[in-house]
């Protein structure tokens, strides 16, 4: 198997599938099959998506793109927004293992994932309850 180019290095596939399989964050989530790349039932939901910065280093050897983590509640409005926040920042220390995690050949290498800004509560327009931040993942191939 051949490693990834820097091109090809992609930080929400990784975070995704980690997440994914992660039992803490299926715990904090009440349950496994909760983390997509979209909104969708079952509630809480955590989706994990590209985020709107991140630093590419001159596209040399490694680079920290930011990877946005946003946890949805159920549309009724539950759990509540303190329930809420608490599940995003299990996620997000779910996700920080990650580094932690042994090097598999044919993945880029993970060596840093740290919050890049703040926890911001942002409910949808039809009032669904909704937290989200951002992970700067420090990552080469």
């Known amino acids: 198997m051949t490693e990834p180019t820097l091109a090809e290095v992609d930080p929400v596939s990784e975070i995704l599938a980690w997440l994914q399989e992660h ?27 590209h985020g709107p910065g991140g630093d590419l280093r001159g596209l040399r050897w490694a680079i920290a793109p930011e990877v946005t983590l946003e946890v949805y509640g159920d549309p009724g409005g539950w759990p509540g927004k303190a329930e809420l926040r608490r599940i995003l920042l299990r996620c997000a220390k779910a996700a920080q293992e990650r580094v932690e995690a042994p090097h598999v050949p044919g993945h880029p290498v993970i060596s840093d994932v740290a919050p890049s800004g703040v926890l911001l509560w942002s409910p949808l327009v039809d009032g669904q309850p909704r937290w989200l931040m951002n992970l700067s993942v420090t990552l080469h191939p």
């Open 23 to 49: 039992p803490g964050a299926a715990d904090a989530l009440g349950g496994p099959g909760r983390v997509s790349g979209i909104s969708e039932a079952p509630w809480p939901h955590l989706s994990v998506g």
